[in-house]
């Protein structure tokens, strides 16, 4: 299994990651889009927020669900940390993209 097909896998099981980290990113974007310079402070509370994500997620979550992914070929691991890495991934390539945006409308 390649890691597009565990990624894609990711979409499946961790969807409320990806959306619940969504309600964070877009604000940010906006803001970094408004105001250039707030980047460092967006980065900061971006891995501030992911340890209280993972940790609203493994206390919330159902336990009997990763056995069925075990059984796809991903593991533990993977399975926990993949949405985080492609969603911080995500919201860097935003940030990149909407702090250029904001620094050419200056």
């Known amino acids: 299994m390649n890691i597009f097909s565990k990624i894609g896998l990711s979409r499946r099981y961790g969807k409320a990651v990806y959306i619940i980290s969504a309600v964070l990113t877009v604000p940010m974007s906006v803001v970094v889009l408004l105001k250039p310079l707030s980047i460092p402070v967006c980065i900061i509370l971006k891995l501030v927020s992911i340890p209280v994500i993972?940790?609203?997620?493994?206390?919330?979550?159902k336990k009997q669900d990763i056995y069925f992914y075990l059984n796809l070929g991903i593991s533990r691991n993977e399975y926990e940390i993949i949405p985080f890495a492609v969603e911080f991934l995500a919201f860097v390539l935003l940030i990149i993209i909407t702090g250029n945006i904001g620094y050419a409308i200056r």
């Open 54 to 61: 993972f940790y609203l997620r493994k206390s919330i979550s």
